[in-house]
């Protein structure tokens, strides 16, 4: 995304990436050591103001023009850090059927129910518990609905195979 020239309109305008600078690297090693250093500087903070260890979900941009790096947002991760060490749970997919749709999955648990595509966030209100959530991206103005979906299926993501097996849209 970059700044969109003056008269548009637009705040930001998003431009395609050549499918090239996709597969490589955006960040180098040194780069990748000030991120964990002010990961670690973050959640120091945080955690001296909470007084107990307080994990982060933090966010970073860097300037395609200037190289800068920034963190551009800081909050308490909810997931990880609210699991039982004690307990492991595994998973299985009882049956096997041909992936409408092949992705990539954050999670690792199985979701079924009734397909509902929302284009937009305007289309939010015609979401129903325990529908399986299918849109281009997330963000936070999401967040009911996620709360109430029994899986989500996005364009964007970073984690192994996730699969969806039927559709009922």
Same mark, same amino acid.
């Given at each position: 995304?970059?700044?969109?020239?003056?008269?548009?309109?637009?705040?930001?305008?998003?431009?395609? $990436?050549?499918?090239?600078? #996709?597969?490589?690297?955006?960040?180098?090693?040194?780069?990748?050591?000030?991120?964990? #250093?002010?990961?670690?500087?973050?959640?120091?903070?945080?955690?001296?103001?909470?007084?107990?260890?307080?994990?982060?979900?933090?966010?970073?941009?860097?300037?395609?023009?200037?190289?800068?790096?920034?963190?551009?947002?800081?909050?308490?991760?909810?997931?990880?850090?609210?699991?039982? $060490?004690?307990?492991?749970? %595994?998973? $299985?997919?009882?049956?096997?059927?041909?992936?409408?749709?092949?992705?990539?999955?954050?999670?690792?648990?199985?979701?079924?129910?009734? $397909? %509902?595509?929302?284009?937009?966030?305007?289309?939010?209100? %015609?979401?129903?518990?325990?529908?399986?959530?299918?849109?281009?991206?997330?963000?936070?103005?999401?967040?009911?609905?996620?709360?109430?979906?029994?899986?989500?299926?996005?364009?964007?993501?970073?984690?192994?195979?996730?699969?969806?097996?039927?559709?009922?849209?």
């Amino acid at each position: 995304m970059v700044y969109a020239k003056a008269g548009r309109g637009e705040a930001t305008q998003t431009i395609p $990436v050549p499918q090239e600078d #996709r597969e490589r690297f955006c960040l180098t090693d040194d780069e990748i050591l000030q991120l964990a #250093r002010w990961t670690a500087i973050i959640e120091d903070h945080y955690s001296a103001q909470a007084g107990y260890f307080k994990p982060m979900d933090i966010e970073w941009g860097k300037d395609g023009r200037t190289g800068n790096l920034f963190i551009l947002q800081a909050r308490p991760e909810t997931v990880q850090s609210q699991k039982d $060490v004690n307990v492991l749970e %595994n998973y $299985v997919l009882l049956e096997s059927k041909e992936p409408l749709v092949t992705g990539t999955s954050v999670g690792a648990k199985i979701g079924a129910g009734p $397909v %509902n595509v929302i284009k937009s966030v305007d289309e939010i209100k %015609n979401f129903k518990k325990g529908e399986v959530l299918v849109t281009e991206m997330t963000d936070p103005d999401w967040e009911p609905v996620m709360k109430i979906a029994a899986a989500i299926v996005t364009n964007k993501g970073a984690a192994p195979a996730m699969r969806l097996l039927s559709a009922a849209s």
